[in-house]
């Protein structure tokens, strides 16, 4: 097994998620296999009780692993489909090693963070590295692992100790550093000095770096790189920038461009093994959503509008869509408080008025709520495309209020769930759901299949009880799970795209994959004859190089 280390200086939010994913597409464009580990250095146990506004959104899993939204980019580039122990966090390694002290398997040592909590982690690396997630047998070649945090936290040093000692145990090991070279607007030059500082304190703790990516507005002028070279100790030709480019498509294309490949794979010893990477399709692709300019408008209605990240996946699967269909996404967000009446402001409403599509996300809690319910009652009255998911579903069914102490409920708290404990409670991971009504779009767009398996992450679900009333008013609960009691897609049959789902399809969505679900919302709109002249698994055979019209 390879390994390669992506970690990050100076600054947060630099982007070693996307340079990481970028990496392991690269080499899985070389013909190597791939698999992926983030390293959270956080205490709680997994992602699922952390605020989007404070996170981003929480990524849920096949297994129901709630994880880091990174997992989520691992997935999309390399399609993947990874479990919760791809996602080591600190509160995860001290369970662990508390759960042994307990039971005694340290037969009376005293406890330490070195070696007994750094062995641990290096265990967990090793056992989940060795763990297909691509569908094919046996172990992948290289396990990219990314470590959360910025170099120099003190979150973050048992991890650095760790994967010190595992570096210098296991070899096989590429460390790439992600640093910031930033350009001081009155002098114009770049700077190095904080990515100097950076890889001092690296070293300092036992890893040198192989190769440093460097985040700049610009790519590094020559005289910056010698520069770095001589006081970072690594050779010029392993210095990469990630210079600011329209979208994160192009990353991988910037990194086989500046030849990042080959300085990982002499590192490892496999010039000769692996090929030259293809990328083809990715720069295709690329190529494509940049030169887009037919706009679609969709309107984004939910409480977390001033974090995107509150929305990652949603917004990757709505632009996986809108290339496949070659549209330029356009999302307006829309406050869900700003639609209600107590609250409402002029500019909200002209936004979704505005909208060729209504998108109402997954969301906890009763703040927003009417808004949301009085987006999905507009998209219904005035016929505009409409997409509900998990609580975006529910308030579609509502339609009117949301009141907990109503005598007639709608949506229920699902009986097996937890009212006292909030971590890993709800209805969790891969689900399947049938469809029960064949001729409907939902169906259609999915393949005609008689099942799909999506993901969930949910405590309440639309009450089983009042399923007969809601449908002799118009609904169609079309998909069921496999009781048939818990209802997983409504439709409404007379719009022409009016549709609510209990699971995440945003999860599943690839850049070469789009969800299906997304794809009606543009799809239905602007194609009335689509149910009559497709039949949806072309779709699925789309290759980007052709024409959507044909």
């Avoid at 047998?137 to 048992?158: H, K, N, Q, R, Y």
């Avoid at 145990?169 to 910031?180: A, D, E, K, Q, T």
Wanted: proline share 5%; charged share 20%.
């Amino acid at each position: 097994m390879k390994y390669v280390l992506v970690t990050g200086g100076v600054v947060s939010g630099l982007g070693k998620g996307v340079t990481a994913s970028s990496i392991g597409l690269l080499l899985q464009a070389c013909g190597l296999r791939v698999t992926s580990i983030k390293i959270d250095p956080y205490l709680n146990t997994d992602a699922g009780t952390m605020s989007p506004f404070e996170h981003g959104e929480v990524f849920v899993l096949d297994d129901g692993g709630e994880v880091d939204l990174d997992l989520g980019n691992y997935e999309r580039f390399l399609d993947l489909t990874l479990t919760c122990d791809n996602n080591i966090t600190t509160g995860k390694i001290y369970q662990h090693v508390i759960d042994k002290e307990r039971r005694g398997d340290y037969l009376g040592q005293t406890v330490q963070i070195i070696p007994h909590v750094t062995d641990a982690v290096q265990e967990w690396i090793e056992r989940v590295a060795m763990v297909p997630v691509d569908g094919k047998e046996g172990p992948a070649d290289v396990c990219v692992i990314e470590l959360g945090g910025t170099i120099g936290d003190i979150e973050s040093m048992l991890y650095v100790e760790a994967l010190g000692q595992f570096s210098y145990r296991i070899g096989n090991f590429c460390l790439i550093h992600v640093s910031l070279v930033p350009v001081i607007n009155v002098v114009g030059e770049q700077k190095t000095k904080p990515t100097q500082h950076s890889v001092r304190e690296l070293r300092g703790h036992g890893l040198t770096p192989n190769i440093l990516a460097c985040r700049s507005t610009k790519p590094l002028e020559e005289n910056v790189k010698a520069k770095l070279a001589q006081f970072c100790h690594v050779p010029a030709e392993n210095i990469v920038t990630l210079y600011d480019v329209p979208n994160i498509w192009h990353v991988p294309l910037l990194l086989r461009d500046q030849k990042a490949h080959e300085a990982i794979l002499k590192g490892f010893n496999l010039l000769g093994v692996a090929r030259e990477p293809n990328l083809k399709e990715w720069t295709a692709r690329t190529e494509i959503s940049a030169t887009l300019h037919d706009p679609v408008r969709i309107a984004m209605v939910g409480k977390y509008t001033g974090l995107s990240d509150a929305y990652l996946s949603v917004l990757k699967a709505l632009l996986h869509a809108s290339v496949a269909c070659r549209r330029k996404l356009v999302v307006d967000w829309v406050a869900a408080g700003d639609l209600e009446d107590v609250t409402a402001k002029e500019a909200a409403w002209d936004l979704l008025k505005g909208a060729d599509g209504v998108l109402v996300p997954g969301g906890f809690g009763d703040r927003g709520v009417q808004g949301k319910i009085l987006a999905a009652k507009y998209a219904r009255e005035n016929k505009v495309p409409f997409l509900g998911i998990c609580l975006g579903m529910q308030i579609a069914v509502i339609d009117t209020e949301f009141d907990p102490e109503t005598t007639s409920p709608c949506v229920i708290f699902m009986p097996e769930g937890s009212k006292t404990h909030m971590g890993g409670t709800m209805r969790l991971g891969s689900r399947r759901t049938y469809f029960n009504v064949a001729d409907c779009k939902s169906a259609k767009l999915y393949g005609n299949v008689a099942f799909v398996d999506e993901r969930h992450r949910h405590r309440y679900e639309v009450n089983p009880d009042m399923i007969s009333q809601l449908e002799n008013a118009g609904l169609s609960f079309v998909g069921r799970d496999e009781t048939g009691q818990r209802m997983e897609i409504v439709e409404l049959p007379s719009h022409p795209y009016f549709v609510g789902v209990q699971f995440h399809p945003e999860f599943k969505s690839r850049p070469g994959k789009p969800s299906a679900l997304f794809l009606g919302i543009f799809l239905f709109p602007f194609s009335p004859a689509l149910e009559s002249l497709f039949e949806c698994y072309i779709l699925k055979q789309l290759s980007y190089g052709e024409d959507l019209q044909r």
